[in-house]
């Protein structure tokens, strides 16, 4: 800082006596000038003696010193403003969250494309090879629901005669209709009583009862795919059932995830939205107005229309009513056998609810064949 900021003029020194202060001429002034004037020397301010700065203790404690204006920060004279603290820097804001599809789509498509050329081969080459697959299906989708109950809920549901019955079920419904099918599923039901039977009494209700169940879940629902498989356009028949079903999904699946914002049944499945379900409708019902056009014998459009809303309406019923078994049990998936997918039982969600009302509304559109 120098004179001129305390309003004397740059050229002028100082050579008369020193104002009646008690201190001495500033050092850097002038020596030598023209004589003392007391009416500049009236107009002129002295300079303050700014305080020398304390070295910093060595300790790296505070600085030493009567005063604040001793220490760095603050203001050196008292006609001076403080100087404001800078801002803490504001962190950057967090990265949009970017939507993802929540399951490997990759293996999932894979896995897909596997389990259709399966499907394709067994129902057009030997139809009974294709009984074959549903009945293999069944059995491991047993042992799945099984083992989750015991390891979930110690339910021990006995698996040799649910799978022995399940297989039995299938294959009677395909030879001897739905007569087979129900006198099988009776017989299952009390091959589940008499098994059981041989273990201690403690939990044998719960045991039993998990065992009828299943029995009606899971291979009883199933035999109506080998019921379609009778009729003589069967396997377009089962094929038509494949696609509503895999196409609801898919709808529901992709609008849901891309324009979902309003929750289906948040309590039971929160990641289904009211769009998604539209999406299914939408998708089924197109799908099943072509599949009845084109790929079912005396079938019209009109009835496709029908069709597709019903598939919607028990593939999304379906899928939820499996997802309020995975939450009761506390899991995500039933299995790990089918990578992007989860388990046989995650595949079957949807499919094992739809089997009988795509048979029926088929019987009922076209007859039985």
Known sequence: MNDSSWGAPSHAGYAGPWPTSGQGPVQGAATAGPAYDAHEAQQTRPMPIVPEMPD??????????????????????????????MPAATPPPPAPHKKTAGRDLGAAIGVGVGLGALVLVSLFVVKEVFVGVIAVAV?????????????????????VPLAAGGAGMVVAGYVWGPEGAWVAMALTALA?????????????????TAGVFATFYVPFLATFVALMLTADDGAERVIT????TVVADTGAYAVGWRFGKHKLAPRISPGKTREGLFGAVGAAMVAGALCMQFLIDGGAWWQGLLLGLAVAGSA?????????????????????????????MDRLDSLLPTAPVVWALLVLFVGSG
């Open 139 to 159: 059995v491991v989708g047993l042992w799945e629901l099984t083992t989750r109950l015991a390891e979930r809920k110690d339910i021990h549901a006995p698996l």
């Open 192 to 208: 589940v009583l008499v098994w059981r039977m041989t273990a201690p009494p403690e939990g044998y209700l719960k045991d039993v």
């Open 241 to 244: 059932f494949l696609i509503l």
């Open 56 to 85: 910093r203790p060595a300790d790296g404690g505070d600085w030493a010193g009567p005063s604040d204006g001793a220490r760095p920060g603050a203001p050196l004279f008292r006609d001076e403003t403080p100087q404001e603290p």
């Open 316 to 344: 999304t019923l379906g899928d939820l009513g499996e997802s309020m078994i995975k939450r009761d049990l506390g899991i995500k998936d039933m299995g790990t056998l089918l990578p992007g997918h989860g388990g046989i």
